[in-house]
């Protein structure tokens, strides 16, 4: 999506091992946000960031972090990834004032 | 803390038929998204509604917004096929934004 990118778009990894999920932002947004989406559960919130340094839990946060060091990226890390983590994950952003949340195109993590 | 129920969650429908996709929240907002979602793509903006009485529309979709009542409606006149997919709301919380669960629709010729 224009002005939102996540990377990688698809990863295998094994249980136990550290992840970490990118968003990338042209937009100079303030907020950011990191959503899993899984069958009968819609998209739930992970975390999310209302500006650099400042990052907040959301719905569903146990066994996940985040860093946002620049405005641009917005980080998403398992520091022990487990199959209940096997997931699409997608990014989104939202400017002050700004009148539509605007997603990344996803992330498919598979936790074997 | 915010509660978004969305329903149906699935919804099977005749073309040419009209139906109402029902979102209910459970704090103050005033800010409300409907989203949709076609099978392995990302989330496609259709409207977003700011304040009480909002209403949008564009084709045979149209939302509203009651913020009194905490409800969001997307009214779906005669539909099409085309407009298969998966329909979200979303809450805006201030900081949080809270997803309801989704409503596939399905609809057939």
């Known amino acids: 999506d224009a002005g939102i990118t996540q990377s990688p778009r698809h990863k295998v990894t094994e249980t136990g091992t550290p992840v970490t999920l990118r968003c990338h932002q042209t937009?100079?947004?303030?907020?950011m946000y990191w959503y899993r989406q899984d069958p009968g559960h819609g998209l739930r919130l992970i975390h999310y960031s209302y500006g650099v340094k400042d990052t907040d839990k959301g719905e569903v946060s146990d066994g996940y972090s985040v860093s946002r060091s620049k405005t641009e990226d917005f980080l998403l890390t398992l520091e022990s990834a487990t199959s209940s983590q096997t997931s699409v994950y997608f990014c989104?952003?939202?400017?002050?004032?700004?009148?539509?949340?605007?997603f990344g195109a996803g992330s498919r993590l598979t936790v074997l | 803390e915010l509660k978004v129920e969305q329903n149906p969650l699935f919804l099977s429908m005749q073309e040419g038929k009209n139906y109402t996709i029902y979102c209910n929240y459970s704090?103050?907002?005033?800010?409300l998204y409907w989203y949709r979602q076609d099978p392995g793509k990302s989330l496609e903006s259709l409207f977003v509604l700011l304040s009480n009485g909002a209403v949008k529309q564009e084709g045979r979709l149209m939302a509203s917004l009651d913020t009194k009542a905490r409800l969001s409606t997307l009214h779906i006149t005669a539909a099409v096929h085309d407009l298969s997919a998966t329909y979200f709301c979303?809450?805006?919380?201030?900081?949080?934004?809270?997803f309801g669960k989704g409503t596939r629709l399905h609809i057939l010729p």
């Open positions: 979303a809450v805006d919380g201030y900081d949080k934004i809270i």
């Open positions: 989104a952003i939202k400017g002050t004032g700004a009148n539509v949340l605007t």
């Open positions: 704090t103050t907002s005033d800010r």
């Open positions: 937009e100079n947004h303030r907020y």
